[in-house]
């Protein structure tokens, strides 16, 4: 998936915008009007998601585009792309509200199929395509947030499908969480091999609980499946979900 994005004006930006958008007709005139008098533009990947299927890899993959205007406010456009057309054909939508877009992807992801929308809040829905590469350990800092950190544990632990998974104890624990950051751990690893590619990633989760105490929850997602299924589990460390993975792939007997 993907095509180029040139620079140009804001204005040839957003006339190509429309002039790829199935449904270019539900954009205002008057959000047209402030694009094209924007003052600058810019464009950029805000998320992604690929399933792999016999047919083929399909995905979807969606592009903020921030139009800088005269009066010093921004405009957000965002498109959406996705190859559910005829023979993979990418089709494009566009949207001046986020919702609108949200029921979208929502639409597309449940055409592709995976796992169910509901157990991806929370996630991070890409991976750099330079972090698949990486031989060096990234250096990152926790940045904490405190944003219904108790329910995102508990959602993360939910959608856990390993028998192994943390138990009573973790989630009495989570209960107390006031904040939380989620990182990917820099150690994606994927297996190129055309529509087939298995791969999996780990994400941490660390959580501050009302004691002081952290929490770090491991999850691994990977389609280290029989039927390339997306799967999620999640263990109390690194380790553990290392082993997991390794596990999954010689039941396959594949090499990650």
Excluded at 56 to 62: A, D, P
Aim: glycine letters at 8%.
């Amino acid at each position: 998936m993907g095509h180029s994005r040139a620079d140009g004006t804001p204005a040839e930006l957003m006339d190509g915008l429309l002039a790829r958008a199935q449904n270019g007709f539900e954009i205002g005139e008057a959000v047209l009007d402030q694009a094209r008098s924007a003052l600058m533009h810019q464009s950029e990947l805000r998320s992604c998601r690929q399933c792999n299927e016999r047919c083929g890899q399909l995905g979807y993959s969606t592009y903020r585009h921030v139009f800088l205007l005269p009066d010093g406010s921004s405009l957000l456009l965002w498109e959406l792309e996705h190859n559910t057309g005829e023979g993979g054909r990418p089709l494009y939508e566009l949207y001046a509200d986020e919702e609108a877009l949200t029921l979208a992807e929502r639409r597309v992801h449940d055409r592709l199929g995976g796992a169910r929308w509901e157990e991806l809040d929370g996630l991070p829905l890409w991976l750099p395509d330079q972090l698949l590469h990486t031989a060096e350990p990234l250096e990152s800092s926790r940045a904490y947030v405190a944003d219904n950190s108790a329910d995102h544990a508990r959602r993360v632990l939910r959608r856990a499908e390993n028998p192994d998974r943390p138990g009573e104890e973790t989630e009495r624990l989570l209960t107390t969480a006031f904040a939380h950051d989620i990182a990917l751990a820099p150690k994606p690893r994927r297996r190129s091999g055309g529509p087939d590619a298995t791969w999996c990633r780990f994400y941490e989760h660390a959580f501050l609980l009302a004691g002081g105490d952290e929490v770090v929850l491991w999850e691994l997602e990977h389609n280290l499946t029989r039927d390339g299924r997306l799967v999620c589990e999640v263990y109390l460390d690194e380790v553990s979900a290392e082993l997991a993975a390794d596990r999954h792939a010689r039941a396959l007997g594949v090499d990650l």
